[in-house]
């Protein structure tokens, strides 16, 4: 029995040393390379080929300069309006999910952009305690290794925008038969809008739902000055008592 545990021991200890080099590595190459394919695609293409479908899989790598400053910020206003400054993830947010969902049937998330991005990249969809903890994982690698500039680049080229379609180039093509980095403020607006569940919404044809938030965000975008600055900005510090009577 004790030579059976100390098999067991040290076949766990090699397996999560190769799984920490495995991740640690492939995280720092796709810093530079772009993710030829992830694991939600080919769940996808199986599910259509179950269901008697024609598989379906519309990608286009584009670089980060080829995607519509419109949509990055359409995205951070939907989805992680505190993207620039959180670590990976935002507590606020958790707190604020788990109030209402005490109280509400219908959850409410908190996954920042980069849980997404690591969730896409690297696992699979799922609400597992197990996945979960990956997810953790795996959004400290990409925090600590990546810019927000290539988390954002990797999320807008990988994230499912509709039925088959991911990224921001083949749904730019898709749904306005334009590149993405012509993306108006109003396109990017629905296709963020329409992010939570792609596959229910469609971009190209937006229901009453997805106008409403459409309207929502491109406010947002306004609110924000149109632009998303990925320098941190500066607090300033609060004027003492003196300064406020002078």
């Known amino acids: ?15 999560t040393l190769l799984f920490l080099v495995v991740s640690i590595v492939s995280t720092i190459l796709f810093r530079w390379i772009p993710i030829p394919v992830t694991p939600l695609m080919l769940i996808r293409c199986v599910e259509q080929k179950v269901d008697g479908k024609d598989m379906k899989l519309k990608k286009d790598w584009v670089s980060f300069e080829e995607i519509s400053p419109n949509l990055q910020l359409a995205v951070v206003c939907s989805e992680d309006q505190n993207f620039i400054k959180h670590n990976g993830f935002d507590f606020e947010a958790i707190d604020k999910a788990l109030e209402y969902n005490e109280n509400h049937k219908k959850k409410r998330g908190a996954s920042t952009i980069s849980q997404q991005t690591a969730k896409n990249v690297f696992l699979w969809p799922g609400r597992s305690w197990i996945r979960k903890g990956f997810e953790v994982y795996f959004t400290f690698l990409i925090e600590t290794f ?33 590149d993405a980095k012509y993306l108006s403020k109003g396109e990017a607006a ?22 409403k938030r459409q309207g929502w965000i491109v406010r947002q975008m306004g609110l924000w000055g149109g632009v998303l600055n990925y320098e941190v900005p500066e607090e300033k510090e609060k004027p003492t008592k003196e300064e406020k009577e002078k």
Do not use: C, H
Request: positive net charge; aromatic residues 16%.
């Open 146 to 178: 990546w810019s927000k500039e290539r988390i954002m680049e990797v999320y807008l080229n990988v994230i499912e925008m509709g039925d088959g379609v991911y990224g921001a180039q083949a749904a730019a093509n898709q749904f306005f038969k334009k």
């Open 190 to 211: 629905i296709i963020a809008a329409v992010l939570p569940n792609p596959r229910k919404f469609n971009a190209g044809r937006p229901s009453g739902y997805i106008l």
């Open 1 to 15: 029995m004790k030579e059976f545990l100390k098999k067991v021991w040290r076949f766990t200890w090699k397996a």
